[in-house]
């Protein structure tokens, strides 16, 4: 059984960066891509950013282009997002998950895919 822990959540101002990470329980992490996807108040979780294992390819949504960076430390099963530049409309609860095996492109984008969810840790974003 797979168990991911999200960490880093806050509240922050307009501009400020924070980093997320997520600690993974099991033993095929390095097998596995990685991805974070965030829900705001009222809407549908959406993609953020996912990596895959081996070659470790990024995957990003627009929005988050250019601000947001997925990185992933296979030894101690964690996967990190760092976010800078942060909005108010970076204001959400943030899920760390894990597919089973590996994406390619805009696959990785649908949460379907994923097999395993964190538990999320907020994002507050004041302008």
């Known amino acids: 059984q797979v168990q991911l822990v999200e960490d880093g959540g806050g509240l922050v101002q307009a501009g400020d960066s924070l980093r997320l990470s997520c600690a993974a329980s099991?033993?095929?992490?390095?097998?596995?891509?990685m991805g974070w996807f965030r829900q705001a108040p009222g809407k549908e979780r959406q993609f953020v950013a996912a990596?895959?294992?081996?070659?470790?390819?990024?995957i990003y949504a627009e929005s988050v282009k250019g601000r947001f960076t997925i990185s992933r430390e296979n030894a101690t099963k964690t996967v990190f997002l760092q976010m800078n530049s942060l909005q108010p409309e970076d204001t959400a609860v943030y899920f760390c998950?894990?597919?089973?095996?590996?994406?390619?492109?805009?696959?990785?984008?649908?949460?379907?895919?994923?097999?395993?969810w964190g538990q999320g840790t907020q994002v507050t974003v004041s302008s």
């Open positions: 099991g033993r095929i992490f390095v097998v596995n891509t």
């Open positions: 998950a894990q597919i089973v095996g590996y994406c390619s492109g805009v696959g990785c984008r649908d949460r379907r895919l994923y097999n395993y």
């Open positions: 990596i895959t294992p081996g070659d470790r390819n990024t």
